[in-house]
């Protein structure tokens, strides 16, 4: 094949091929228009933002797109990036007066791509000024059934494995599940919050037959913990909440009044697929800047590089953000449960 030339494998918008998706496509139509009817039942204003940003995002380990921003007048370029979520943007609205709103982002993670990865995918955030946590929970078992019934779905099937999304939802706190799957104290690990010690999770992963690399530090430890023993059990039968993570794992939520070793912070599973990602919005801009920093220090160790921080979302923070929770849902990811894609290629209009 000549360089730059299409195999016939990868074109998507050959008729016969197409028609292998169309059905899903045509429900992931449905649930659309199901989605912007609950948010709008519910009083969300959805909102718009930019994909180009300042900072496309801090989290360490996510790679972005880079691209110049030319000034039409003469003036220097300017590097931005693709937004990795629309999540600075949406919280700057916070500040603006905004108090409930939603959006479904287009949104970009380089070097990512699986039966559950994309490079570019939708992204459905949602904002509550003046609510707790809890509310979040709500909307999204509400969400999720009314999506479900959009396309006429009593219950979702991934790998001969079944799940109800109509009856309760259970809630399940981080330290819990390791205790009941793989018998560790994950707190006693962090006896400081902000720095858990590497060492007593690694004889933890050591004692239950887990490898990890001298490398990996106490998170990516946990990580290999949670994908081996934890995350297979999450999401059958029902759907799982797992909440209050460790303050050390989660950048941008606020600490729980309940037990300040934890943080606000609570993940959707179903079926084992991770779905959402919802925090108890942190508000103190001196606590978010420090935290900023440790993640750019990180990202600068292990990739030599790192994003800028948004200052003008710091700002907007100064200028005093209310208390609010926000959740971050992966769309395709629902439409693959919801109409049994295996992968989220299928569930694309077009693929990149």
């Known amino acids: 094949m000549s360089a730059g030339k299409v195999g016939v494998e990868e074109q998507w918008w050959r008729p016969e091929r197409f028609a292998l998706r169309r059905e899903r496509l045509e429900a992931r139509a449905k649930i659309v228009e199901a989605v912007r009817a609950f948010f709008a039942v519910r009083c969300f204003t959805e909102v718009e933002t930019p994909c180009l940003q300042v900072s496309p995002g801090m989290e360490p380990h996510l790679k972005w797109f880079s691209t110049a921003l030319t000034d ?105 599940a390791f205790r009941d799957y793989a018998g560790i104290d994950l707190l006693a690990t962090a006896p400081d919050p902000l720095v ?37 059990h999450l999401g059958f039968d029902a759907p799982v909440f797992l909440h209050s993570w ?14 300040n070793r934890v943080a ?7 079926l084992g697929v991770e779905l959402a ?18 993640d750019q220090a990180l990202a600068r160790s292990l ?24 959740i971050a849902l992966g769309f395709d990811r629902l439409v693959m449960l919801l109409t049994g894609a295996t992968r989220i290629d299928d569930v694309l209009w077009a693929p990149v």
């Open 303 to 326: 990739y030599g590089a790192a994003p800028p921080a948004d200052e003008d979302f710091l700002a907007a923070l100064e200028y005093g953000m209310p208390d609010s929770a926000g």
């Open 196 to 232: 858990p010690q590497r060492d007593l999770i690694a004889a933890e992963a050591a004692r239950i037959g887990i490898s990890f690399s001298a490398s990996d530090r106490w998170d990516d430890i946990v990580f290999r913990i949670m994908m081996d023993r934890i995350e297979p």
């Open 277 to 294: 990602n919802a925090f108890g919005e942190l508000t103190d801009a001196a606590e978010q800047r420090r935290r900023f920093a440790e």
């Open 264 to 270: 606000e912070r609570f993940e959707v599973y179903v």
């Open 246 to 259: 460790p303050l050390s794992m989660a950048a941008l939520a606020r600490p729980s009044v309940a037990d």
């Open 72 to 176: 039409p007048y003469g003036g220097p370029d300017r590097t931005m990036g693709l937004h990795t979520s629309p999540e600075f943007a949406m919280k700057k609205l916070l500040v603006a007066g905004m108090p409930k709103i939603y959006q479904m982002a287009r949104v970009f993670r380089n070097a990512e791509r699986s039966d559950t990865h994309h490079p570019e995918f939708t992204m459905l955030e949602w904002y509550r000024t003046g609510a707790p946590l809890d509310a979040l929970m709500d909307d999204t078992e509400a969400l999720v059934a009314a999506s479900a019934e959009a396309i006429g779905v009593t219950r979702l099937s991934r790998l001969d494995r079944v799940c109800d999304p109509f009856q309760p939802w259970r809630r399940l706190s981080v330290a819990q």
